[in-house]
T-cell receptor
């Protein structure tokens, strides 16, 4: 079965501090992993996906198959990063399965 | 393209009333997903369609919930009768195909059942 676990409901960091949002998954095949973000009063949107291996708004995420993790990282948090972050997994021809989300609060 | 459109944005109703939520897909997309978001459970997939056909409705909580896709660009989610525990934000999303394709979300409908 597909499962995504985000262990932290809320993460508070100071501006300029490093950020790591944790995501672990369970899937028997080769998954595709995503991070979606929901800023205040905005709709949920794709932040990044592991196959593109890109950095978006300073965020990166590396798929670690050995640890079945896809943690989201940013070296220096900014106030505008405050949002709800969802990790999601997709298998072959199956829809996304989302974690319960982590609310990131960046304190000035 | 205005993106995925949902209506109404807010709905307040009394227990026992019928509620209909509406969603318009992005032109050209052929997959449609309905989600429910609550503090306790996060984002839950209720049902999804591919090419107007319901593929998996195992996430629909009860028979009180039903969803239709009368044409390729429009879908409704109906709750009849509504109950206070149905209070949540309901999102629809569309994509080109299922699997690993990006889903584009609507702004959501905040439902409050008194």
């Amino acid at each position: 079965a597909q499962r995504v676990t985000q262990p932290e409901k809320l993460l508070s960091v100071f501006k300029g501090a490093p950020v790591e949002l944790k995501c672990n998954y369970s899937y028997s095949g080769s998954p595709e992993l995503f991070w979606y973000v929901q800023y205040s009063r905005q709709r949920l949107q794709l932040l990044l996906r592991h196959i593109s291996r890109e950095s978006i708004k300073g965020f990166t995420a590396d798929l670690n198959k050995g640890e079945t993790s896809f943690h989201l990282k940013k070296p220096f948090a900014q106030e505008e990063d405050s949002a709800m972050y969802y990790c999601a997994l997709s298998g072959r021809n199956t829809p996304l399965v989302f974690g319960k989300g982590t609310r990131l609060s960046v304190i000035a | 393209d205005a993106g995925v459109i949902q209506s109404p944005r807010h709905e307040v109703t009394e227990m026992g009333q019928e509620v209909t939520l509406r969603c318009k897909l992005i032109s050209g997309h052929n997959s449609l997903f309905w989600y429910r978001q609550t503090m306790m459970r996060g984002l839950e997939l209720l049902i999804y369609f591919n090419n107007n056909v319901p593929i998996d409705d195992s996430g629909m909580p009860e028979d009180r919930f039903s969803a239709k896709m009368p044409n390729a660009s429009f879908s409704t989610l109906k709750i009849q009768p509504s109950e206070p525990r149905d209070s949540a934000v309901y999102f629809c999303a569309s994509s080109l195909g299922t699997g690993g394709n990006e889903q584009f979300f609507g702004p959501g409908t905040r439902l409050t059942v008194l």
